[in-house]
């Protein structure tokens, strides 16, 4: 039923290829834009970095249909996919403006907001990725169920996750008894439901009624097609590191580069401060011998001067004798004078 010579666009390589859970379901997005061939509106809610989004937008324009696109996100994320910046918009802006902006609009805002921008009967292809719990699931899609169109489909992804209060493989266990469905358990799980009334009447509708043996052979081409985009993106993320290592290897021998050129300049320098040191070790050896030698001369001097002035001191008292000896002779002359008058 999917054969790939008949249905090429399973194929084709995406555009736009981000780490997500979603990845292992493009090839199926690029079948059902073939089978479906959407020609009214194609609208996402929730749409994040753009994996299944820009996936359908490709397949659109490969096939050149004349689909309209709009992706519903305020971008900000929530109690599931965690909250985040701008910078997963940006990001998005960047790849997706340039290759389908022609034909495809994001429209930043609430699930509730958007809606009111929407004409009943003009959504033929309706993919729902929001909040997971079971209430918000339910009323996200009971709230754009009148904006489908009669060749309707119903996309829901996460329906294989049965954690972390994820209520949407409840409701599309519900939606199951009430409509048509198909379900891919890989990659999260995708439930595809048949909204539109007019699509027993086109080729889509064979996904439907596929048996048991056709379901899981269906099943199993989709997952191994789906595993060869991962297995690529894969190769690619470490392509990319290998890149970057690379480029990182380059970037530490330049700095080891540098740092030898900035190492040598030191030694130079170092070379050239213990010359200083040594001379001025040197100088100093030298300085305490003159230091010594001039403590040895003063030590001498003070040696002599005390030396001399002991002997000064001697004179002195020499002197001082013989003077008083002399005036004592002076004395008794003048005493004999004045008693011979």
Same mark, same amino acid.
């Given at each position: =039923?999917?054969?790939?010579?008949?249905?090429?666009?399973?194929?084709?390589?995406?555009?736009?290829?981000?780490?997500?859970?979603? +990845?292992?379901?493009?090839?199926?997005?690029?079948?059902?834009?073939?089978?479906?061939?959407?020609?009214?509106?194609?609208?996402?809610?929730?749409?994040?970095?753009?994996?299944?989004?820009?996936?359908?937008?490709?397949?659109?324009?490969?096939?050149?249909?004349?689909?309209?696109?709009?992706? @519903?996100?305020?971008?900000?994320?929530?109690?599931?996919?965690?909250?985040?910046?701008?910078? +997963?918009?940006?990001?998005?802006?960047?790849?997706?403006?340039?290759?389908?902006?022609?034909?495809?609009?994001?429209?930043?805002?609430?699930?509730?907001?958007?809606?009111?921008?929407?004409?009943?009967?003009?959504?033929?292809?309706?993919? +729902?990725?929001?909040?997971?719990?079971?209430?918000?699931?339910?009323?996200?899609?009971?709230?754009?169920?009148?904006? =489908?169109?009669?060749?309707?489909?119903?996309?829901?992804?996460?329906?294989?996750?049965?954690?972390?209060?994820?209520?949407?493989?409840?409701?599309?266990?519900?939606?199951?008894?009430?409509?048509?469905?198909?379900?891919? /358990?890989?990659?999260?799980?995708?439930?595809?439901?048949? @909204?539109?009334?007019?699509?027993?009447?086109?080729?889509?509708?064979?996904?439907?009624?596929?048996?048991?043996?056709?379901?899981?052979?269906?099943?199993?081409?989709?997952?191994?097609?789906?595993?060869?985009?991962? @297995?690529?993106?894969?190769?690619?993320?470490?392509?990319?590191?290998?890149?970057?290592?690379?480029?990182?290897?380059?970037?530490?021998?330049?700095?080891?580069?540098?740092?030898? +050129?900035?190492?040598?300049?030191?030694?130079?320098?170092?070379?050239?401060?213990?010359?200083?040191?040594?001379?001025?070790?040197?100088?100093?050896?030298?300085?305490?011998?003159?230091?010594?030698?001039?403590?040895?001369?003063?030590?001498?001097?003070?040696?002599?001067?005390?030396?001399?002035?002991?002997?000064?001191?001697?004179?002195?008292?020499?002197?001082?004798? /013989?003077?008083?000896?002399?005036?004592?002779?002076?004395?008794?002359?003048?005493?004999?004078?004045?008693?011979?008058?």
């Amino acid at each position: =039923m999917f054969d790939l010579t008949t249905y090429r666009a399973a194929a084709a390589k995406p555009s736009l290829l981000k780490p997500s859970t979603w +990845i292992g379901h493009i090839p199926f997005a690029f079948a059902l834009v073939q089978l479906h061939r959407p020609a009214g509106l194609f609208v996402e809610l929730g749409a994040y970095s753009g994996t299944s989004y820009c996936a359908v937008c490709q397949a659109i324009e490969q096939q050149n249909l004349p689909a309209k696109c709009f992706a @519903v996100d305020t971008w900000a994320g929530d109690e599931h996919s965690g909250f985040y910046g701008n910078e +997963i918009y940006e990001e998005l802006c960047r790849n997706h403006d340039p290759l389908y902006g022609s034909f495809s609009t994001l429209l930043r805002m609430s699930f509730d907001e958007a809606v009111l921008q929407f004409e009943d009967s003009s959504i033929d292809l309706l993919h +729902i990725d929001g909040c997971h719990y079971y209430e918000s699931v339910k009323q996200d899609f009971e709230t754009w169920l009148p904006k =489908m169109s009669s060749r309707g489909i119903v996309l829901l992804h996460d329906t294989n996750i049965m954690e972390r209060d994820f209520g949407i493989w409840r409701f599309f266990q519900e939606l199951s008894s009430t409509y048509p469905v198909f379900e891919f /358990t890989h990659s999260c799980g995708l439930g595809v439901i048949a @909204v539109g009334p007019e699509l027993r009447n086109e080729p889509a509708w064979r996904l439907f009624e596929a048996d048991e043996r056709e379901t899981a052979l269906i099943r199993d081409l989709f997952r191994e097609l789906g595993d060869s985009i991962a @297995v690529r993106l894969d190769g690619d993320i470490k392509s990319v590191s290998l890149n970057a290592l690379e480029n990182e290897i380059i970037r530490l021998n330049n700095e080891i580069v540098d740092y030898k +050129i900035q190492i040598a300049a030191l030694k130079h320098h170092i070379a050239f401060l213990e010359d200083q040191i040594s001379n001025r070790d040197t100088a100093l050896v030298q300085n305490d011998e003159r230091i010594s030698q001039l403590n040895d001369e003063l030590h001498k001097a003070l040696l002599a001067d005390q030396h001399n002035n002991a002997r000064l001191g001697e004179l002195i008292n020499e002197l001082d004798h /013989t003077l008083k000896k002399k005036l004592e002779r002076l004395g008794r002359k003048i005493r004999g004078a004045e008693w011979l008058k």
